[in-house]
């Protein structure tokens, strides 16, 4: 089971304060079953898991065979939830260091069109020159410009290195049924493509072939993904009590804490394969809680690694943090500390211990101490990192982001505030349609 404990959080909140909630909370649960909430057009994540059809999993499943016959290398190109959600799957499922160096089984997967460096285009484009390659174009919109821009370089050069024909093989497209220029570009070059369903947004479509087709040409089980996050879905249901739903727990005390000044959460591991967990949770909660002036700000930490970095702030700062920390229970490996006849460094003490013993008590130790210091803790404890657990906690983590989106009062689901930027530089590089945006802005700057 996900266990998720909110009992380290009374030096804050009570038991009370989170119980009234609980009206709350059942309510926003309702309103996601029974699609009576704001952004009710973008809920379909919700019971996405429990109604995969068994078709669109085999197709995906022979689309990644196709990739992983005939690639080294896969880029997956797309950004935020485009790119985020695979991601975050891939490299907690992978070898922390054969997913870096290609092993033989399974291709590398790269990743691609989720910033504008020059640099970084460069260099991957360079890796890519003697590597039989194939791209997963991945937008909704279809329109994106990181995205659309990466493509583009990748879509040339797969063509100039394998010809036309062989690049129409190993180029997918995942995007809009019909809108977008990812759709025109599929359907004109043939391409195989998928669909990203109209009532998911991006931050909630890891479930989809977004983030299952990576997560298959990776080599990962995505039947088991999706099992776990229909487990978790029957589990975080209006007719689960409050006590035992987990993601209804998880929204009260984030919610609870954010009503006492807790501004800011920090979700932690003690996995470094768990970095883009929290990449992925980063924008799940921010884009969906951060607007109206209201939300918690979403940060994130790999510790121990950071307990010498953020730890002293963590520890001592200003009191309006607290931490959400993602516990594995058994890790997939055995490293047992050596004795050492002369101990010269001083560690015979650990000898014979697993190296994951130190990890847990290094956890506990900090929990302690965070929460002697005024930082209360959430902790949810997952059994391992398998295709089944993540499947549960991203389930749980987008339930929670329904629910506590709703007890804050905002609309979860859109995203205006993104498309400032975007205006913005589109007005700048002279993008036709913005040419009045342009004179204003150039105004602006000139002052
Ligand atoms: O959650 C969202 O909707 C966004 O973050 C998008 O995922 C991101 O902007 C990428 O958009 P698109 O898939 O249209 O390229």
């Given at each position: ?27 926003a649960?309702?309103k996601l079953?029974?699609g009576t909430g704001a952004g009710n057009d973008f809920i379909g994540w919700t ?34 939830g ?58 909704k ?56 369903p109209d009532n998911v947004g991006g931050r909630f479509s ?77 924008q799940l909660y921010?884009e969906s809680e951060g607007k ?106 987008e339930k929670?982001c329904g629910i506590s989106g709703y007890?804050l009062?905002v609309n979860p689901f859109n995203q205006p505030?993104v ?29």
């Amino acid at each position: 089971m996900i266990k998720v404990d909110i009992s380290q959080i009374q030096s804050c909140v009570s038991a009370q304060d989170i119980k009234a909630l609980e009206p709350q909370v059942s309510e926003a649960i309702l309103k996601l079953e029974n699609g009576t909430g704001a952004g009710n057009d973008f809920i379909g994540w919700t019971d996405l898991a429990s109604k995969t059809d068994k078709g669109l999993l085999a197709q995906i499943k022979d689309t990644a065979r196709v990739l992983r016959e005939n690639c080294e290398v896969v880029i997956v190109a797309g950004i935020g939830g485009s790119y985020l959600g695979s991601r975050a799957v891939i490299e907690a499922l992978s070898n922390s260091f054969t997913q870096l160096i290609q092993d033989k089984k399974n291709p590398q997967i790269l990743f691609a069109g989720h910033n504008i460096s020059e640099d970084y285009l460069y260099e991957l484009t360079q890796y890519l020159k003697d590597k039989k390659f194939g791209v997963i174009n991945i937008s909704k919109s279809g329109t994106t410009t990181e995205t659309a821009l990466a493509f583009r370089l990748l879509k040339k050069q797969c063509e100039d290195q394998r010809g036309k024909d062989e690049a129409r093989k190993v180029i997918v497209a995942i995007t809009d049924a019909k809108r977008g220029a990812a759709r025109v570009c599929a359907d004109k070059e043939g391409y195989r493509s998928f669909i990203i369903p109209d009532n998911v947004g991006g931050r909630f479509s890891v479930l989809t072939p977004v983030g299952l087709l990576p997560i298959a040409v990776a080599g990962f089980d995505i039947d088991k993904l999706v099992e776990g996050a229909a487990r978790m879905e029957t589990m975080t249901t209006s007719s689960t009590p409050f006590e035992e739903n987990p993601a209804a727990q998880y929204a009260a005390a984030r919610n609870a804490l954010y009503r006492n000044g807790k501004k800011i959460e920090i979700l932690v591991n003690f996995q470094p394969k768990l970095h883009y967990l929290s990449e992925w949770w980063k924008q799940l909660y921010g884009e969906s809680e951060g607007k109206d002036g209201k939300g918690i700000f979403p940060a994130s930490v790999d510790f121990s690694t950071d307990l010498h970095s953020m730890g002293q702030w963590i520890q001592e700062g200003e009191r309006t943090i607290f931490e959400t920390v993602i516990s594995v229970d058994k890790v997939q490996h055995s490293v047992l500390v050596p004795s050492d006849d002369e101990n010269l460094d001083g560690l015979n003490f650990l000898a014979g211990k697993h190296v994951d013993e130190v990890n847990k008590m290094a956890e506990l130790g900090t929990r302690l101490a965070h929460v002697d210091g005024g930082v209360p803790n959430i902790r949810i404890t997952v059994p391992e990192l398998s295709e089944y657990w993540i499947g549960q906690i991203i389930y749980m983590f987008e339930k929670g982001c329904g629910i506590s989106g709703y007890v804050l009062g905002v609309n979860p689901f859109n995203q205006p505030g993104v498309e400032a930027y975007k205006k913005n530089m589109f007005a700048l590089l002279n993008k036709p349609g913005y040419e009045e945006e342009s004179k204003r802005i150039l105004a602006r700057i000139r002052k």
